[in-house]
């Protein structure tokens, strides 16, 4: 089984408290395309400006991951720069140009509309619903969002997540769309939301799961080296998604299971600036980190 | 086998964001024992001021804990008062009078001295060692410490930390002990200071386990109603060494279990004001909170 993804395709500028990257390749669809790619085949719709080099997607082309469903429209790509702190944990947004973003209308092809896994990366909600209102019946339907849709289009937001099956967010923003400070309590009041699983991303300290039924939390894979976080939640739901997808599974062990791989492809990617490790990662070190990472985080 | 603890025993007064508590029980070896005393009998070396209604431990006595060594001077007992930030994770410390335990020299008993294991709560490192000089040839020691002694008294941290097997301390005094910014990389490099096992506590973001061989976290068990995290740490550390000296294994697995139980005590310290909840607490509640944490935190 494979998965569709909606998401950004965009130029990232990181400024981090070493080193700095400008205009470099990043958007929620290619980092979770990325990820997601080592599990199951890949389904992308994004769009991108005139403005976008192509090629530099090649890495997925090879990964196998479809991207016929980039619109490429005369204008400029998205653009997101951010900063992050000494701690590498806590980041601000500096500047975001949302370009041909502004006005995407998502087209699914026959072939788009079948797939049974889907995952709406962190977009406007009713671009959100646009997607699946075009999908036919996805046995699993995945979204993100963040704090500029939980306050500016909430009612909007509200409605999709009646529609989803899990919600992968992170830390701050869990608290603040439901407006709790107890990560737990929050978790729980959200699946009141709709969502039948929480997924909360904390970065560095772990991700936890709850469902009605059951909670788990494992912690981060220990990186030594964080270079760049971008691109790290993203990574995370591709591994989450792209295992699920894999498995056909999709009860509470197949969750447990799929956060264990979100977080191991999430270590990669914060290794190095950009999608750069996702390029060069090999299966035998994700297979590698993923026994080491098991072996961590059993009691 | 039992543990010897040496730390305080206090006034606590604590401001969270919906509550506060003026000169409540508290102290590092009151909280450590209470939760020790749930797997291994425990004796105590603090002091206090005639100041103390003694008849506060009285909990402590009806689990067995022997608190002949706790001194009762002429003067006034230990006093802190903090306040917690809205997510109950961050902390500032308001006040902190040392009163009886500036001068203080504990003497140990042949009784105290024949411990197998010793757990030296924060404490001015001086006292640290000189407990350490005393005691036989205790098969395992462990201690904490905090900002105070890291920034004020560091050349004597370093020669107390050459003598320990385990250092359990939180995650801002980790980075601060070795100058970095990263939690994985610090606890390695505390390692080189003597410690064979660095214990890193994170509150609500779970607790790590570093060794030269192998690394474990865990998530904190997820608690909806925090009303005062003080003692947590303290609890955490009691779990530990009293699963360690229960067991009487010191290998890492038995490092990995104790975790485990630090992390089942600290849950339940954290719901109620000051010691209340330790107070309340069964060994059923325990057994039945450690089954189900093992069931949250396993792949």
Redesign the interface.
């Known amino acids: 089984m494979g998965v569709l993804v909606v998401g950004s395709v965009a130029f990232d500028s990181v400024k981090t408290?070493e080193r700095e990257a400008n205009d470099a390749i990043g958007g929620s669809a290619t980092y979770f395309s990325a990820a997601a790619s080592f599990y199951a085949p890949v389904d992308v719709i994004a769009v991108v400006g005139n403005d976008f080099p192509l090629e530099s997607l090649d890495f997925l082309r090879e990964r196998q991951v479809d991207i016929s469903g980039l619109e490429i429209k005369e204008g400029k790509t998205f653009r997101w720069a951010g900063e992050y702190a000494?701690?590498?944990n806590d980041r601000r947004t500096i500047d975001t140009q949302l370009n041909v973003f502004s006005g995407f209308k998502p087209v699914l092809t026959d072939r788009h509309r079948a797939h049974d896994h889907v995952f709406l990366a962190n977009l406007d909600p009713d671009l959100q619903r646009e997607v699946l209102s075009q999908a036919d019946r996805p046995g699993i339907v995945a979204c993100d969002t963040m704090d500029f849709w939980i306050s500016g289009n909430r009612a909007s937001l509200l409605s999709t997540l009646s529609r989803v099956d899990v919600l992968i967010i992170n830390d701050q923003e869990a608290l603040q769309l439901v407006d709790d400070?107890?990560?737990?309590?929050a978790s729980?009041r959200i699946l009141e939301l709709g969502p039948r699983a929480v997924v909360v991303k904390?970065g560095?300290?772990?991700a936890?799961l709850?469902t009605r039924d059951?909670?788990?939390?494992?912690?981060?894979y220990?990186?030594?080296?964080?270079v760049d976080p971008t691109g790290a939640g993203d990574t995370f739901a591709g591994g989450f998604m792209g295992y699920l997808a894999q498995s056909g599974d999709r009860g509470v062990g197949a969750l447990?299971?799929a956060m264990?791989h979100g977080s191991v492809m999430a270590s990669f990617n914060v290794e190095d600036f950009s999608v750069r490790r996702l390029v060069s990662l090999t299966e035998e070190e994700i297979a590698d980190r993923h026994a080491r990472f098991?072996e961590?985080?059993?009691?």
Chains 1, 2 share one sequence.
């Open positions: 408290p000494a701690d590498m400070n107890n990560l737990v309590r729980e904390r560095a300290h772990g936890t709850c059951a909670w788990y939390g494992i912690p981060s220990p990186v030594t080296s964080v447990k299971r264990v098991l961590m985080i059993t009691p």
